[in-house]
């Protein structure tokens, strides 16, 4: 359509706060409103339905309320600007005016504000934004609200650039309104009462020495009955503790035996776990003690050579009758070549064994 209203910032979102976009898609009365179709349909749906203008349900802080979840369905909308005049200028329902004047806070460009929200500014129709029961307003200080707060109720607005907010508080001087409404309401409805003055230096400043003789004078007056019973409490309490203290002190000095238990306690619990110094303390102690122990005589009189001998595994014993008794008794003159040979053979060997061991 040719004169849709251009949407400024973010056009997934609709500038709107993460938790409460996040909430309007996934609330159960959003997802009814897919059956209205039509501009007007969502219109009749305000009326029927919206009773206050505040972003959450006031039964549920966790739940959108329904005219957050009709404006949503009007960004999806995106309205023309004929449908936009149509809202701000309906002649049945506030409600539908502010929601109106909320699509264009949140999605109008900072620059074509002041063109929407001029004309409207002062305006003295009554609005209540928390529904019935709640204060009303003008309708032009509910509208003078959204431009200069950055908060609505307990949701953040989308920030008005720092240029585009000077010159809306420059235009905004110019108007016979402020921020508490239009100047003809505050005539209306304000009493006649003097201005009130200031209070004078001497009675606004109050001189120490006077401030302390009224403390001394409050400390001189009888107590009231209340601290005279938390008096006797508090005192109650302390004579109490004395009294348990003395028992106790009583009882351990008259327990000889309690107090040989709670040694061997104690005792017990360093042998069971040491702190890391008695730990490293026994350790020197020890390499200590090796350290100066001498060695013993006996170790003196081995010299190396009997040591390295007697490491060394010992050989057996050769029994000569045994070796005759086998080979024979025979010399080698009376023996043929292979037995001369086998008595050289064994003759060498039994010498060998016998350097050997000696």
Partial sequence: MANKLPMWGNESTFNLESILHNNILSCHYFKDLYRLKTYHEVIHEIIAEVKTLEPWASKNPKTPSTAFCL???FFTLKL????????IDHAESQFVRAIGFLYLRYTCPPSDIWSWFGDY????????????????MTFGSFLLGLLNDIKYFDTTLPRIPVPVQRELDQHISKLNVNKGGSKAENKGTSRNRSPRRSPSPR??????PRRDDRRDDRRRRSPSPYDRRDDRRR???RDDRRRDDRYNRRSRSRSPQRRDDRREDRRNDRRRSPSPYDRRDEREGKRRRNESRSPSPRKKEE??????????????????S????????????????????????YEKETIRRKKDLN
Avoid: C, F, W
Wanted: aromatic fraction near 2%.
């Fill in 303 to 320: 010299s190396p050579e009997k040591k390295q001998v007697q490491s060394e595994p010992a050989m057996p014993r050769v029994d000569m």
């Fill in 322 to 345: 045994l070796l005759k008794s086998m080979y024979g008794a025979h010399t080698s003159a009376n023996l043929n070549d292979d037995d001369r040979s086998m008595s050289s053979g």
């Fill in 80 to 87: 023309t600007e004929k449908q936009m005049v149509g809202l």
């Fill in 71 to 73: 404006l949503y369905k």
């Fill in 203 to 208: 009675r606004r400043s109050r001189s120490p």
């Fill in 121 to 136: 500014l002062e305006e003295d129709s009554e609005i209540s934004p928390r529904g019935n029961k709640g204060p009303t």
């Fill in 235 to 237: 005192d109650d309490r």
